[in-house]
């Protein structure tokens, strides 16, 4: 978890835009072309497609999405005075991801209670891709006419600098979402709380500002932007697992099980190194 301050903020599985980019100029641009022409689509018609992907994929895996981070910031809500058992007892407290899934649909509404925070966890996602893709796309052509070949070394600072820019943008909104997805766990253990049902994004906008201030919405970016590596590291770990692990005639076309063992396991090695 990125940030331990009562859950403004915790590591939400990254964008893929970096990855989805690169497979559609790839799957787009000619094979017998490669300097500096620019990409097949322009950096508007990237941003909106990436983004779309991305509010999709957001919106099929909300529910895990929820879960994990209830369970990441759990130990940041224990106060100096609450028992050991006190969530425990109130069924605040998760052992495990079943244990939350079972606790969440028990007490908290049933399937309903996995999408708390869905339509602005979604509005967030497709922002922050379409940003992403706006400003990688630009900042990548712009490299591509000043030196040709994009190095690996320029593709992560592209990448770097794309995605500091979009959580520059939306991470007041993630930190309005942590604390709704949160709210009904935080409920629990005080019933004096406001309830998941009454923290309106507005609400907790207000909230967020009236004990911190205005810098209090850009809780954990500079976390935020290391995360940003995620997505550079799993396309260079992706090159580079396609150099050693796929013949060299086969590169240009390899199987779709060897494409998704591939970027299983970039993802997999990426998201390691920076999930702490």
Request: with cysteine; proline share 4%.
């Amino acid at each position: 978890m990125a940030n331990t301050e009562r859950g403004d903020f915790a590591y939400n599985s990254d964008l893929d835009a970096f990855t989805l980019y690169h497979q559609q100029v790839n799957s787009s641009a000619p094979s017998s072309s490669t300097s500096s022409i620019a990409p097949a689509l322009p950096a508007l018609g990237h941003a909106i497609a990436g983004s779309t992907a991305t509010a999709i994929s957001k919106l099929l895996i909300y529910p895990l999405d929820l879960v994990i981070t209830r369970l990441q910031v759990q130990h940041t809500l224990h106060g100096p005075r609450e028992t050991p058992s006190a969530a425990r007892d109130a069924a605040a407290e998760y052992s495990s991801l079943t244990d939350a899934i079972r606790k969440i649909y028990a007490n908290e509404g049933g399937l309903a209670a996995f999408y708390t925070g869905c339509a602005p966890d979604v509005a967030k996602g497709f922002a922050d891709s379409f940003l992403f893709f706006l400003a990688y796309t630009f900042l990548r052509q712009r490299e591509q006419r000043r030196h040709g070949q994009v190095s690996v070394s320029r593709e992560l600072g592209v990448g770097i600098a794309a995605g500091a820019f979009a959580k520059l943008i939306t991470t007041p909104l993630q930190n309005v979402i942590t604390r709704q997805q949160t709210a009904a766990m935080v409920a629990a253990r005080d019933p004096e709380k406001a309830s998941s049902k009454d923290q309106t994004v507005t609400a907790i906008a207000r909230q967020i500002r009236s004990e911190r201030g205005l810098q209090g919405f850009w809780a954990g970016y500079s976390a935020s932007i290391i995360l940003t590596l995620n997505p550079s590291l799993t396309f260079a770990v992706d090159n580079l697992l396609h150099r050693l692990l796929v013949r060299k005639s086969s590169r240009d076309a390899p199987s779709a099980w060897i494409r998704f063992f591939i970027a299983a396991m970039s993802k997999v090695i990426a998201t390691s190194v920076t999930y702490p």
